[in-house]
């Protein structure tokens, strides 16, 4: 619990970190609008609004007690943090009074060492949140099936309810126990009103965003920006998982956490067994059904959608593999466990000097915005212009690449496209200040190939000022003249 103390604290000091990609940049921009804008706004998106009211909440509370002291992206990000902060008390509280000791501190470390937990955590997006909902979800199950008490529907139902308005793909795990539960009634009879009154209760305050994603859907079938299925998918939600790179290696670590849950499992009645099983396949279920969806109409699921699950899994693992007997044998899985626990935390450091550079690699770019105030910032690719905006909080503007309405609204036209020449220096001459070009990097010191186009399609000179990062992008930064 020290060691996952510890780590907490790292993350909440990379909440300090001033960089952004472009859907965080779309959340910052979002939090803007009013309550009412977020929701209309984000029921034309493809995700549900609980997220964006919370940031925006915290946000607008930050920025009326201590104004621009603290930047609006570390108080967003921090937002992200809560969930894992909640969840390491409920490691330290109720996963150590239902299921041992050694599971509580193990689930407590695996939470801020798995694979991709710091950099989700860290993101500026709903998917911490998801996280936190699917948990307290299933753990809010496994208390049914022991107890079947009115405090434990009451927190399932809340936290089911949560997840639906909080992301798409939380919702569908939060269905699964829906699913799971339905089973356990067919075993005891008792469970089966309270999860009927649960069911009906949920799907009605669910009910009016349900109609807001059916558009969705029909949105995404048209067109959606996730890519087709391969044959290498399986694997790549594996290593999302589990983050070993080595095929082999994958294979053995997936044998090994197999067999720790089937010897935790062995010899146990079913009824007992079927709870933390749930776990472990609950982002099997998720990812399966994301699968279908994809063959269905087209791809709609993507490795990090699988995230909100993923903590469940750990627990559930640990939980089964506690089960073991005789002690013996329960102490040498549980050591298992807990060197592949050892070998996560070991790589997060490696995780967090790479945060930390690519935090140095903005720096150049944020110092050059704080330079020129009023400067303009133009780019050929949708990523770069729309970060850029957000970073600096100057028009980025879009060269001859498509705006979609959404980000046109969203944005509140800071982010315009422009085709002439005359545009451009319409814009500069109401800016006031300088233009600056910012291209993908090319190999070298060599001009790129989008540089050298927008140089011949305006006319202008473009003198190299700096390498940055903007986003995930590393771009040159060009001085623009001549126009």
């Avoid at 472009?22 to 998106?45: K, M, N, P």
């Avoid at 995404?220 to 983050?243: A, C, H, Q």
């Avoid at 933390?276 to 279908?292: D, E, F, Q, R, S």
């Avoid at 050591?335 to 935090?359: H, I, N, Q």
Wanted: charged fraction near 15%.
């Amino acid at each position: 619990m020290l060691l996952a103390l510890f780590l907490c604290c790292v993350m909440v000091r990379c909440t300090g970190f001033q960089y952004i990609w472009v859907d965080e940049a779309f959340t910052l921009h979002l939090i803007q609008h009013s309550f009412r804008d977020v929701v209309w706004l984000t029921g034309t998106d493809v995700h549900p609004p609980l997220y964006y009211l919370i940031v925006k909440s915290v946000v607008d509370a930050a920025n009326a007690v201590v104004g621009d002291a603290v930047s609006r992206v570390a108080v967003a990000r921090f937002v992200s943090v809560v969930p894992y902060m909640v969840l390491l008390g409920v490691c330290a509280t109720y996963i150590k009074k239902r299921m041992g000791k050694t599971v509580a501190g193990l689930s407590a470390v695996f939470l801020f060492a798995a694979p991709q937990f710091l950099y989700m955590g860290m993101e500026i997006r709903m998917y911490s949140w998801a996280m936190l909902f699917v948990t307290l979800s299933f753990l809010s199950y496994i208390e049914i099936v022991r107890e079947n008490n009115r405090k434990a529907w009451w927190c399932f139902g809340l936290a089911t309810l949560a997840c639906a308005y909080t992301h798409n793909y939380a919702g569908v795990a939060a269905g699964a126990l829906y699913g799971v539960l339905g089973i356990h009634a067919f075993w005891n009879r008792s469970l089966l009103k309270p999860l009927l009154l649960c069911s009906i209760a949920v799907f009605v305050l669910y009910l009016p965003w349900l109609f807001v994603l059916m558009r969705q859907v029909g949105a995404v079938r048209e067109s959606y920006w996730i890519p087709e299925l391969t044959k290498d998918s399986g694997y790549n939600y594996l290593f999302y998982m589990l983050g070993i790179d080595s095929k082999h290696l994958l294979r053995l670590t997936v044998m090994m956490i197999a067999f720790c849950c089937v010897r935790g499992l062995w010899g146990q009645p079913l009824k007992r067994a079927v709870p933390p099983c749930v776990g472990v396949l609950l982002p099997v279920v998720v990812t399966l059904i994301g699968v279908a969806a994809s063959l269905l109409m087209r791809p709609v699921f993507v490795e990090r959608y699988m995230y909100p699950a993923v903590f469940a899994f750990w627990i559930g693992s640990l939980y089964t593999a506690s089960h073991a007997k005789p002690a013996a044998e329960r102490q040498i899985i549980l050591l298992m466990m807990g060197m592949l626990a050892v070998l996560y935390t070991l790589s997060f450091p490696s995780e967090y000097r790479s945060m930390r550079s690519k935090a140095r690699q903005t720096a150049p770019f944020l110092e050059l915005a704080e330079k020129n105030p009023s400067a303009v910032y133009v780019a050929s690719h949708s990523h770069i212009h729309r970060t850029a905006n957000v970073l600096t909080g100057r028009p980025g503007v879009a060269w001859r690449i498509p705006v979609t309405l959404l980000t046109e609204r969203v944005y509140k036209g800071q982010t315009p496209r422009m085709d002439t020449v005359e545009q451009l220096r319409e814009l500069m001459r109401e800016a006031g200040g300088p233009l600056f070009y910012l291209s993908e990097v090319s190999s070298g010191d060599e001009m790129g190939e989008q540089a050298f186009r927008f140089m011949k399609e305006t006319g202008c000179t473009l003198t190299k000022q700096m390498r940055a990062r903007v986003g995930l992008h590393e771009v040159d930064v060009y001085l623009v003249s001549g126009i």
